[in-house]
């Protein structure tokens, strides 16, 4: 049992230190994404001699990895968001998955010579969940227009509980031979709505909590911190213990969270926030890559017993694979093409990019994994080598597929997020500086100069490629906890005020123009200059820059 646990423990720290050492590659190596090197750097764990060998249960592994995952995906995807996108994002999480799963799973009973109609619907209830963890990481890459990379995130965060009820119902009659269409109705109500409700509880259930103990003047960081941390987890065994969906549970709990954060925070609930969000972000990074690492290792693992099975044709599973892939990628293709997109030329190109994006990942393996070894009758399942084949396969495919062609697919000015952030930046500092040029008066001559030339400073540093990365790899959620103290509504009463101020010192002088850049940054927003996940990038910079002012402030002093 000791040795069983070193092992383990072993494992466990192998797999930390190959995240790490994969975020290095990805540096010098920035045309590959890091979730591919990680399922390389999985893939030879189990090739090298090492005797390192992974078993984790699929409940298990959805509780640890998942759910916080899932949960802070939620978190910033805003509710703004979804509520302008809820249409497309129902129609490709319910609807495709629904036209995979009948659709596909016939054809599939077609094309593969012996397999079962019930197992063959369950092979395409397997395949057509699109993978958050995987999504995320290439969208994050790779800067789709904005209205497509919400799609896409907000179908593979809502589509998986669409996708696990099918695997269920077709789990049930692949064991026992009994299907009926009554229950699958009642079930994914129940299952859907629960796993909604639930978050919404979970979520004002840690907000009530809060205010709780900010009234009994509590002010711990690490409280709140831990607060935030268990919450996950929490919803999601409450909700998996009374058969509701926990994943759509902590995707909405993450959602409705953000949304209840107070947008006016004092010093303390920025501390809170600052703290709280960069435990957050080292914890995903650090789940996000032992998620794909430990997808290698099952994908290697899988591929050498197929390989070492005598009974098992890997060319004809390897046809099947590549034939899977292209059925799920046309039919993905001509459903997005009908029901979502612009008209026109776009369409097509918008059809394209939403097909080649629905990327699949840890989350199929991991339903791959529940199947059951024998069914009623005593006898094997029947294919489960086979689906475990092909989804291995799928999986791989899909995600190279994605990280060629995505780039290829944006036009050049979003497939440079440098060039992106760099020219917003210069339109925001201009902007910035035509506004306060056109208020000087004799009284505020001073303090204008001062700001023109501060700008112009900006605008030269801009050009830097080291300022540059700081603004695309800062983390969205490290940015949000110092969102500024001023009010939405008064954004643009007191800029009149800030220029008759007598600048005193560098610290005022970068103060007023973090401000007056935060104006401009929510102008040019609203008419349409800046995407919102560029202002947002840029906001959330001016926040940090101006809490890092602060503190060099209260040292100088």
Not at 135 to 146: M, N, Q
Not at 282 to 287: E, G, H, P, W
Not at 415 to 438: F, Q
Request: negative net charge; glycine residues 6%.
């Amino acid at each position: 049992m000791m040795g069983q646990t070193m092992e383990t423990i072993t494992l466990v720290i192998v797999m930390v230190v190959l995240v790490l050492f994969s975020y290095i590659v990805h540096v010098f190596v920035k045309k590959i994404s890091m979730p591919l090197i990680q399922i390389v750097l999985g893939i030879l764990i189990i090739l090298l001699p090492f005797d390192l060998h992974l078993e984790i249960e699929t409940e298990l592994f959805m509780l640890l990895f998942i759910a916080p995952i899932l949960f802070m995906d939620g978190k910033k995807f805003k509710l703004k968001e979804l509520n302008n996108l809820k249409e497309p994002i129902v129609v490709m999480a319910l609807g495709l998955v629904v036209l995979n799963v009948a659709f596909c799973g016939f054809l599939f009973y077609m094309l593969i010579d012996g397999i079962p109609l019930a197992v063959a619907f369950l092979l395409a209830a397997v395949l057509s969940p699109t993978d958050a963890v995987s999504v995320k990481a290439i969208t994050d890459r790779i800067p789709l227009p904005e209205r497509l990379k919400g799609i896409v995130e907000g179908e593979s965060l809502f589509n998986d509980a669409t996708a696990l009820i099918a695997y269920n119902f077709a789990r049930i009659a692949a064991v026992s031979g009994i299907f009926i269409v009554g229950d699958v109705i009642g079930q994914f109500a129940f299952v859907a709505f629960g796993g909604i409700l639930a978050g919404f509880a979970g979520a004002f259930a840690l907000h009530y909590i809060k205010k709780i103990l900010k009234q009994m003047d509590i002010h711990e960081l690490n409280i709140y911190t831990l607060l935030q941390i268990i919450t996950p987890f929490l919803v999601f065994m409450g909700t998996e213990h009374i058969g509701a969906s926990g994943i759509l549970a902590v995707v909405t709990c993450g959602i409705v969270n953000s949304r209840l954060s107070p947008r006016l925070i004092s010093a303390d609930e920025a501390r809170i926030r600052f703290n709280s969000e960069g435990a957050w972000e080292t914890l995903v990074f650090m789940l996000n890559g032992l998620v794909f690492i430990m997808l290698g290792m099952l994908v290697a693992e899988t591929f050498i017993d197929a390989w070492l099975t005598p009974d098992f044709d890997v060319p004809t599973a390897l046809a099947y694979t590549f034939a899977v892939t292209l059925i799920f990628g046309v039919v993905r293709f001509v459903y997005s093409y009908i029901c979502i997109g612009a008209h026109g030329t776009g369409k097509v190109k918008n059809a394209l990019i939403l097909s080649v994006a629905g990327v699949r990942g840890a989350l199929t393996l991991a339903i791959c994994l529940a199947i059951p070894m024998v069914i009623n009758t005593g006898e094997p399942f029947p294919g489960r080598e086979l689906i475990l084949f092909i989804s291995s396969g799928v999986i791989l495919l899909t995600l190279v597929i994605a990280n060629i062609f995505l780039p290829k697919m944006a036009s050049e000015s979003e497939t440079d997020g440098m060039t992106l952030i760099h020219n917003s930046l210069k339109k925001v500092v201009d902007s910035a500086m035509h506004l306060i040029y056109s208020k000087i008066t004799p009284e505020n001559r001073e303090t204008v100069d001062l700001l023109l030339k501060y700008f112009d400073f900006l605008l030269k540093e801009a050009n830097h490629t080291s300022k540059e990365e700081v603004y695309l790899n800062l983390k969205e959620a490290v940015m949000e906890s110092l969102e500024p103290v001023l009010a939405l509504e008064n954004k643009y009463n007191d800029i009149d005020g800030m220029l008759s101020t007598k600048i005193l010192d560098k610290y005022h002088l970068e103060f007023i123009a973090i401000e007056i850049q935060k104006k401009q940054i929510e102008l040019l927003t609203e008419q349409g200059e800046i995407d919102i996940a560029t202002a947002y990038r840029l906001r959330s910079l001016l926040s940090l820059e101006e809490a890092a002012l602060f503190e060099d402030d209260m040292e100088a002093r």
